[in-house]
T-cell receptor, first 113, second 117 residues
């Protein structure tokens, strides 16, 4: 069965420092991987996706993610964190032909000024 | 503006009182889905629809109903709500068949926070 794990409930980082939010996955076949962000009282917003191609994927708001097949990981990264990046981040994998997204439990990113 | 609209945003009700949460999208998407979000569990799919008049169960369908009579609308119905259905609900849509570069991206509504007393 397909699954996604986000091992950290919360990540704390100082503004200006690089950030990483971790995600590992388990799928049969080629993975379709996604990162979404949820700001308070808002819906989920798409950040980036990996379908095929380059292992380093660039997305919105300066975020990027690195697909690592051997480690089955898809970590979200940003070179320099902003206070406005503070939000809840979800990693997701598409579950087969139904187009269903299987989500991780989410990681709360807190960027301190 | 392309969007998924849910109503109401907030709802407090009592056990057993039927309710409907509406969802509408203006992107002509074939696929629509309902998720619920609970702390520590992430988002879990309730029901989905691949197109008009085609619906199917997700991972947690018990206690919910849906219908897809028109392409743009996908209401979520709770016939007899119970306290364990207190949650944050999201509707999403996508265009897996014709969306081009966006076809694998799901677009989410702002959410409906439901409390069942």
């Amino acid at each position: 069965a397909q699954s996604v794990a986000q091992p950290e409930d919360q990540v704390n980082v100082a503004e200006g420092n690089p950030l990483t939010v971790k995600c590992t996955y388990s799928v049969s076949g080629n993975p379709y991987l996604f990162w979404y962000v949820q700001y308070p009282n808002r819906g989920l917003q798409f950040l980036l996706k990996y379908i095929t191609g380059d292992n380093l994927v660039k997305g919105s708001y300066g975020f990027e993610a690195e697909f690592n097949k051997s480690q089955t990981s898809f970590h979200l990264k940003k070179p320099s964190a902003l206070v406005s990046d503070s939000a809840l981040y979800f990693c997701a994998v598409r579950g087969g032909a139904t187009n269903k997204l299987i989500f991780g439990t989410g990681t709360l990113l807190a960027v301190q000024p | 503006e392309a969007q998924v609209t849910q109503n109401p945003r907030y709802l407090i009700t009592v056990t057993g009182k039927k309710l409907t949460v509406t969802c509408s999208q203006n992107m002509n998407h074939e696929y629509m889905s309902w998720y619920r979000q609970d702390p520590g569990l992430g988002l879990r799919q309730i029901y989905y629809s691949m197109n008009v008049e085609v619906t199917d169960k997700g991972d947690v369908p018990e206690g919910y109903k849906v219908s897809r009579k028109e392409k743009r609308n996908f209401p979520l119905i709770l016939e007899s709500p119970s306290p364990n259905q207190t949650s944050l609900y999201f509707c999403a849509s996508s265009s897996p068949l014709t969306g081009g570069s966006t076809k694998n991206i799901q677009y989410f509504g702002a959410g409906t926070r439901l409390s069942v007393l």
